[in-house]
């Protein structure tokens, strides 16, 4: 029985991640600053931008469920302005979180996987990588975590360590909401409207992205590394 990290574990697509990866018989421990509603074997309170708190957090994690040899980096969030009005302080905090957290644990991560000769590590970027209005830190973070996974996984993968990322396109969560006001949609009204210009015609769920990360966390994923899946109803990439 594997243990797996989830970074922002404790709802929406971490969530999903979190259930899924149980499900499969592994030992979860959920990494977040708000613990409410989260589901896992250990719960930690962890500010991936931190590395203080990744190390401690780490720490207790092999501890109590053993070291881990898998990790999904999946703790991240947006803040949407024009460029022009963007601060730095926002920008701080989008890109520490989304790609400074996923250094962090992967750098800590690492020597106990390849000490093992076998890791897996999944990094949850997002379809707005490839380019999204008034959000550039967080398309710098997730573009600039799709060219850490690919630089990671030529790295890792002679010590039998995979890196991998799924990209979500319209999932619907809690961020979901936002992103409808932004557009000045109703919630209901934005969920059916992204759903009609999707070519499979529907709205993605946090399930939908823990079925792709169940498959890079596998063991039977060891021919796949480096890779971006985008998980968006839609050929993307």
Known sequence: MSVAVVTGGARGIGAGIAKRLRADGHRVAVLDVDLTGAEGDVLLDCDVASEESVTIAFDKVS?????PSIVVNNAGFAR??????????DWDAVVDVCLRGAFLTTRLAAPAMMAAGFGRIVNISSTSALGDPERVQYVAAKSGLNGFTKAAALELGPFGVTVNAVAPGFTVTNMTVRSAARRGRTL????????EESP??????????AHAVSFFASEGAGYV????LYVAGAPLG
């Open 63 to 67: 501890s109590v469920l053993g070291v």
């Open 80 to 89: 949407d302005q024009p460029l022009h009005e963007m601060s730095l302080s």
């Open 188 to 195: 209901e009204e934005h969920i059916r409207i992204t759903a």
């Open 200 to 209: 499979v015609r529907r709205a993605g769920h946090p399930e939908d992205i």
């Open 225 to 228: 590394t480096g890779q971006v």
